[in-house]
């Protein structure tokens, strides 16, 4: 009963709870004990919520009590730790926050308790939540479950391999270029940076720059992290960019008033693309055809003028730079990680070149405009190759070198402009690693690309797998 409970996504453990056929108690169990005996070698989890097995016994009341339930009652969750949790701690990845014990959950993890979730633990992630992948001085190096030599990915690492080795059925991550959708096409699971200011990212650091910074729900199916997101959306008074009152339906199986359009790309616009991912993401247009939806190759001219992860560059030293020495102002040398000394010695932007990236950000959101005047979502890759080994920082991609910031190349242009995308597996390497698409959408289209990811994944060739732990 315990693996089919760790391997059961949160809908479905809802499911469970509400008919009384398994208790809150059994499900959060049954995580503790996956955590046991999986972490020591993955490393995801950071901080045990010490109150976990109370709130599923308060659960466990509710239910048998008849109380109405959320959506969500007596299911566990994770989060990043650089998510505040009121009475857990959130150390951000870093000697400088050791210890530190937030008095006020973040509003995303709010919303989840306020579904009815419980909140399992803490988890990993690089230092200050700055790079792709999720290690740091204070809680060390998270593995793949898929292979424990490969990363995770970063800086949600940790979530994404919590998720994939069943520690955690539902996760919340954070996204600056690539940080939910990245570490879940290298573990293998779904997860989703909605339209920019959709989910508030009150009590999340850091928070520079506003503009590009997300908050999303990681999980291993299309249902849950629209669930989800369907709980967490929306404006909570504090976070200005957060105003949208667009409502979002939580049912992602119904069928469109009409056939909709989607084009596929993998480049020009995103950097070079190992074979294997270009020919997954070809593989999810053609089922996606097969299922009746108008689909043909596209091209955005945008992308192909003004590369998008240089746009972002130029823009976000410049504003990310007076946070990082703000929070290192006074500190010893070996209380900071790679990531922050990098980032503190980097050049400034010039005026010129902040407000010529900045007329190139306008540039690339009025070329996605006109993309979706015609088409409805976009397939591309997520990370133009599979997880790749620890501590690699350059790469050869059909045949051009290129360093580590260039896996950004695909999701870096959503941060930018603000749209919303999905990471879904639906292939494998000839190693066996995870092989994920991205399914972008228009502003505010999160319904659209979620029906489009569940389509998907009815018809996945990977649906099952699970990594050897």
């Not at 790079?131 to 998270?142: A, C, P, T």
């Not at 689909?295 to 590369?307: G, Q, T």
């Not at 896996?407 to 603000?418: E, F, H, K, S, Y």
């Amino acid at each position: 009963m315990s693996d089919d409970l760790i391997y059961s996504d949160a809908t479905k453990l809802a499911e469970l709870i509400r008919k009384k056929e398994v208790s809150p108690v059994e499900v959060v169990q049954a995580h503790l004990d996956r955590i046991d005996a999986v972490d020591p070698k993955v490393n995801a989890i950071v901080t045990l919520a010490a109150d976990a097995l109370k709130s599923a016994k308060l659960a466990e009341k509710a239910v048998l009590a008849g109380d109405e339930l959320g959506p969500l009652h007596g299911v566990p969750f994770t989060a990043k730790d650089s998510i505040d949790t009121a009475g857990v701690l959130t150390q951000r990845g870093s000697p400088i926050f050791k210890g530190r014990l937030p008095d006020r959950d973040a509003t995303s993890v709010a919303r989840l308790k306020k579904a009815g979730g419980i909140l399992l633990a803490k988890t990993n992630l690089p230092e200050f939540s700055y790079w792709i992948e999720s290690d740091n001085l204070l809680s060390g190096r998270s593995n793949n479950p898929w292979d424990l030599e490969r990363t995770p990915g970063g800086s949600s690492g940790g979530e994404s391999a919590a998720i994939a080795a069943g520690m955690s059925p539902l996760g919340l991550g954070t996204d600056l270029a690539i940080s939910v959708r990245g570490p879940a096409a290298q573990t293998g699971i779904t997860s989703m940076k909605a339209t920019h200011g959709r989910v508030p990212m009150t009590g999340i650091w850091p928070r520079a720059p506003r503009r590009f910074w997300h908050v999303g729900p990681m999980a291993r199916s299309v249902r849950d992290v629209a669930l989800a997101f369907s709980q967490l959306a929306g404006s909570d008074g504090e976070d200005a960019f957060a105003t949208s009152t667009v409502q979002f339906d939580a049912g992602v199986g119904r069928a469109p008033y009409r056939q909709l359009r989607v084009g596929w790309m993998v480049g020009p616009g995103f950097g070079p693309v190992d074979s294997e991912v270009a020919a997954t993401v070809k593989v999810a247009a053609e089922a996606l055809k097969d299922l009746g939806l108008s689909v043909e190759e596209v091209r955005i001219p945008a992308l192909e003028r003004d590369f998008a992860l240089e746009v972002f560059n130029r823009l976000h030293v410049m504003e990310m730079k007076p946070a990082f020495a703000e929070a290192t102002a006074g500190r010893k040398p070996d209380e900071l990680y790679n990531m922050a000394k990098t980032m503190l010695g980097l050049p400034d932007t010039t005026m010129k070149d902040y407000i010529e990236a900045e007329q190139a950000a306008e540039r690339l959101r009025d070329g996605y405009a006109e993309y979706f005047r015609k088409y409805d979502a976009l397939i591309t890759h997520v990370l133009p190759i599979p997880a790749h080994k620890h501590g690699v920082e350059e790469f050869v991609i059909d045949g051009k070198k290129v360093d580590a910031t260039y896996l950004q190349g695909a999701t870096v242009p959503l941060n930018v402009t603000g749209l919303p995308g999905v990471a879904m597996r639906f292939g494998t390497s000839k190693e066996g690693l995870p092989i994920n698409v991205q399914i972008v959408g228009s502003w505010l289209a999160e319904s659209t690309i979620l029906h489009v990811a569940s389509l998907l994944e009815k018809v996945s060739p990977v649906q099952g797998l699970r990594p050897n732990l």
